[in-house]
């Protein structure tokens, strides 16, 4: 039996009991896929729970709502406040991931869903590590799946339906004993995770795939490039080639859920000497200093539930 992670649920305006946040089985959602989504972390320190990046998540959502002519009925400032209600009403004071949600609701199932009604809920619970802390790092394979995209649809939506693209590549590495698949676009070049970006590190060169390569852009992916250039680091985001990969000094996923994950090696081959190396530790690291507050730099991507000002966290951090 699944056990509740949380003991409430935002549900259309109205926190709700965890075990009264049902959707219908005719949610035309359900069927087609026709939703966008979200995926937040939120890091406890000391007695205040802080959210990263809130408002650029929510934005990515009413971006992806429009690219997809999904109208939600609360605007991002809006459906920030009900996150933070949210955490505080379930009184959570650890890590936590949270997941806004908009679909289409109960309207039937025709294809012309214009007018089949959009449902919006939050849900937030308990987390911490996504891929197993034991590990220093992961093996990961090429994905025999290509990355869904352009001129199919736009890969830039995080989109409900576009997941089981992920689904499929992502169990596959998992059948296979990988620990993470890594998608080729349509073009055959290198794409993206199944819930990650991916950088690599060549001759002291930092390149991920731009944004024409059919990639979410990643808000990890946004702060990792921050901090890339914040270090005058060389970074190029262009096309990178499948062959590249296999030849690199270093590579590393980045996602909200992933943060900053060493890739040990692809299709079986070493990443450079097969441990993680000095750049990806040293923009690993970083990464943690800003989701805990010890950056006075980035402590603008920290939005506080219960409401500690984000420099009386660094000055407790400080004091450590
Ligand atoms: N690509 C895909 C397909 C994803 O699902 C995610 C996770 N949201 C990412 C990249 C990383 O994006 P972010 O850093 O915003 O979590």
Redesign the pocket.
Known sequence: MFKAPAKYVWMDGEIVPWENATVHVFAHGLHYGTGVF??IRAYSMKDEVFVFRLQD?LQ?MMDSAKIYSLPLPYNRDEMCDAVLSLVKKNDFHSSLYIRPIAFRGLGGISLDARNVPVSVSIIAYPFQKYFDPGKSGLDICVSTWR?LGEPAVP?MA?ACG??IN?VLARSEASEAGFDEALFLNKDGNVC??????IFIVKDGLISTPSLASD?????????IIELIEDDHLRLAERVVTRAELYSCDEAFF?????EVAPILSIDRKPVGNGKPGPVTLRLGKEYEAIVTGTNQRYLKHLTPVYGTRQHDLLAARLQE
């Open positions: 979200e995926g998540h990515r990355r890969a995080k576009h997941y992920s993206e995770g199944t819930g990650e970006n990639i979410l852009k990643g808000i990890t992916r946004q702060t980045t996602g909200t859920a992933a």
